[in-house]
């Protein structure tokens, strides 16, 4: 699908009869998608700054930040967003992750209660990159079809097609991420939004 601009006007003899058209038509596609990638760059700095607020006005904690993961979920046009805390494993005592609040778009079925998203490793199903991404500070981005093999098979147990994870650092430590996923389409985020939501993982440390 391309979007055009076309512009065409009639073709007459001299007695008036209409013979056909003419007229020019121009490829836009590029200009449209640079002008939906702003719009969504906009509106995600509007929901970071939003989200923000919440952090800072709220002083109930638990609530600031479920509203603050909803406010964020409808800016980026997620259909979920989390947040993970690292701990140690309860057995093994190696890296370990939990996902401590969630918000979700209908129908969306929430992530949170599956035992595979508690308590797990990292280094199970091969995340142990994620672990060290997350510890030099960078962020996981793509679509789950081009991740590791073992990564795919616990991704797509909850229908993830396309996911952005960011650290979230305390006093240069990994505390533990922020996620966004796609369920509905995949989906390539931009370096502004990786860019704009790893600064808003600065105010959820």
């Given at each position: 699908m391309i979007w055009i601009s076309e512009s065409a006007h009639t073709v007459r003899?001299?007695?008036g009869t209409l013979l056909g058209y003419e007229g020019t038509v121009e490829?836009?596609?590029?200009?449209?998608?640079?002008?939906?990638?702003?719009h969504?760059?906009?509106c995600l700095l509007q929901g970071a700054t939003e989200a923000t607020s919440q952090l800072l006005t709220d002083?109930?904690?638990?609530?600031?930040?479920?509203?603050?993961l909803a406010t964020l979920?409808?800016?980026a046009d997620a259909d979920r967003v989390y947040i993970y805390q690292n701990h140690p494993h309860s057995e093994t005592q190696e890296p370990a992750m939990s996902m401590r609040y969630e918000w979700v778009r209908e129908p969306i079925t929430p992530s949170i209660s599956q035992p595979h998203w508690q308590d797990q490793p990292y280094s199970t199903f091969g995340m142990s990159r994620w672990h060290t991404a997350f510890s030099a500070g960078k962020s996981i981005n793509g679509l789950v079809r081009e991740f590791p093999l073992a990564e795919q098979e616990i991704l797509q147990r909850d229908g993830i097609q396309s996911i952005l994870m960011v650290p979230i650092l305390i006093n240069d430590q990994l505390w533990g991420y922020i996620g966004f996923d796609d369920c509905r389409s995949e989906r390539r985020w931009s370096k502004n939004?990786?860019?704009?939501?790893?600064?808003?993982a600065v105010s959820f440390g």
């Open positions: 003899d001299q007695d490829d836009i596609t590029q200009r449209k998608q640079a002008e939906a990638a702003l969504r760059r906009d002083p109930d904690y638990e609530t600031a930040i479920a509203r603050a979920g409808k800016a939004e990786e860019a704009i939501l790893l600064a808003m």
